[in-house]
T-cell receptor, first 114, second 112 residues
């Protein structure tokens, strides 16, 4: 299936731990994104990569570090997890540039910090 | 700053028509998207407007007025499966890159 897939779907861990979320897309897109959706359902962009290059870096704590080994993958590593990091994290991809370029979203990773 | 407003919740009856409004104050406007998100699922693309006017796609239509900073999503012949959150998102251009700014979503409940 052509899609954006992210793993794991659920992540429950203790405060202070380090964890990673992986994302892969096989849509042939050149741009990938990480979003955070909080308990109020606000979907907010965190990072965007175009052809492995970081192009958007919103005001995110530097405990969050994205890594793009190639344009089909964008992983998110989080150090020293805090209670406020509990949220759903969505990966998305699109073709870059102007015009009609809808973003396609993965199913989300539900992160719960104990 | 960039700001997008939409109602928090709406309720409608199966078979009816509902209009979900979105107003925005943004700089670098480069198009407006509507996404549907069922509870516990990923947002899925519904519609896109970049020029003023109405775009129709089956039971769903979306309207844009750039001068007024206003859009709406119109859902006709409502079905129970249309119960979901509807997210208005504006694409803005910043520093030669594009990003989506989302509203907080409108939760639509369709009743029998």
């Amino acid at each position: 299936d052509t899609a954006v897939s992210q793993t794991p779907k659920y992540l429950v861990t203790q405060m202070g731990n380090d964890k990673s979320i992986k994302c892969e897309q096989n849509l042939g897109h050149d741009t990938m994104y990480w979003y955070k959706q909080d308990s109020k359902k606000f979907l907010k962009i965190m990072f965007s990569y175009n052809n492995k290059e970081l192009i958007i870096n919103e005001t995110v704590p530097n405990r969050f570090s994205p890594k793009s080994p190639d344009k089909a993958h964008l992983n998110l590593h989080i150090n020293s997890l805090e209670l406020g990091d509990s949220a759903v994290y969505f990966c998305a991809s699109s073709q870059g540039g102007r015009g009609f370029q809808p973003q396609h979203f993965g199913d989300g990773t539900r992160l719960s910090i104990l | 700053g960039q700001n997008i407003d939409q109602p928090t919740e709406m309720t409608a009856t199966e078979g009816a028509i509902v209009q979900i409004n979105c107003t925005y104050q943004t700089s670098g406007f480069n198009g407006l998207f509507w996404y549907q998100q069922h509870a516990g699922e990923a947002p899925t693309f519904l519609s896109y407007n970049v020029l003023d006017g109405l775009e129709e796609k089956g039971r769903f239509s979306s309207f844009l007025s750039r001068s007024k900073g206003y859009s709406y999503l119109l859902l006709k012949e409502l079905q129970m499966k249309d119960s979901a959150s509807y997210l208005c998102a504006v694409r803005v251009e910043e520093d030669s890159s594009y990003k989506l700014i989302f509203g907080s979503g409108t939760r639509l409940l369709v009743r029998p």
